[in-house]
């Protein structure tokens, strides 16, 4: 059974970065096909896709956050991470990390729990 | 920029069928953009219901089914229950990126 974790700071003050890491068990990071995505949700509202790196470690971003964006793998820590520069309050979400599988037809099939990042001095 | 646009909210009988739908500022939709559908309860994770227009989950419902209908995505519950009161997502891909609809709230009344 494949699991993922967020982890990370809950508060960040504006125009730092935000980092945030998913631990992924019961699965390889470095395995394909397998997308390994950020998706966030603004408090009461919808979902916004921020981006994926491949297990290759080609990625592919949300153009809104393109400039400020990284997401990156760490094969030996079997991990991706996000981080995402000069927030501001607009940037405050849960952000769940998200595995898509494109065996067939692209996927999502796991996601992690979430966690709330709040941007605030 | 892009825009996926849902019915904000829709109220359906226990029983009986609704249409959920999801349209592109780019015009039509097509297989093409590998619509997604999702299901959020409050308090919970998002799941994928539906993919790939058609293409359902091991664990969604046979009640649910996804189609391209007058130019948009739709997916339709049949015989709806009143577990199925939830929002509902939908999302597209654009060349290397994929975009969110607002969410359509719907309800079991």
């Known amino acids: 059974q494949v699991q993922l974790l967020e982890s990370g700071p809950g508060l960040v003050k504006p125009s730092q970065t935000l980092s945030l890491t998913c631990t992924v068990s019961g699965g390889s990071v470095s395995s394909g096909p397998f997308y390994w995505s950020w998706i966030r949700q603004h408090p009461g509202k919808g979902l916004e896709w921020i981006g994926y790196?491949?297990?290759?470690?080609?990625?592919f971003y949300n153009p809104s956050l393109n400039s400020r964006l990284m997401i990156s793998l760490d094969t030996s820590k079997n991990q991706f991470s996000l981080n995402l520069r000069s927030v501001t309050a607009a940037d405050t979400a849960v952000y769940y990390c998200?595995?898509?599988?494109?065996?067939?037809?692209?996927?999502?099939?796991?996601w992690g729990q979430g966690t709330l990042v709040t941007v605030s001095s | 920029q892009t825009v996926v646009t849902q019915e904000p909210s829709l109220t359906v009988s226990p029983g009986g069928t609704v249409t959920l739908t999801c349209a592109s500022s780019?015009?039509?939709?097509?297989?093409?953009?590998?619509p997604n559908w999702f299901q959020q309860k409050p308090g919970q994770v998002p799941r994928t219901l539906i993919y790939s227009t058609t293409y359902k989950h091991s664990w969604t419902p046979a009640r649910f089914s996804g189609s391209l209908l007058g130019g948009k995505a739709a997916l339709t519950l049949s015989g709806v229950q009143p577990e199925d009161e939830a929002e509902y997502y939908c999302?597209?891909?654009?060349?290397?990126?994929?975009?969110f609809g607002g969410g359509t709230k719907l309800t079991v009344l």
């Open positions: 998200v595995r898509w599988d494109c065996s067939g037809a692209c996927h999502s099939d796991y």
């Open positions: 790196v491949y297990h290759s470690g080609n990625t």
């Open positions: 999302l597209l891909y654009y060349d290397g990126a994929w975009v």
């Open positions: 780019t015009g039509t939709v097509t297989s093409g953009y590998y």
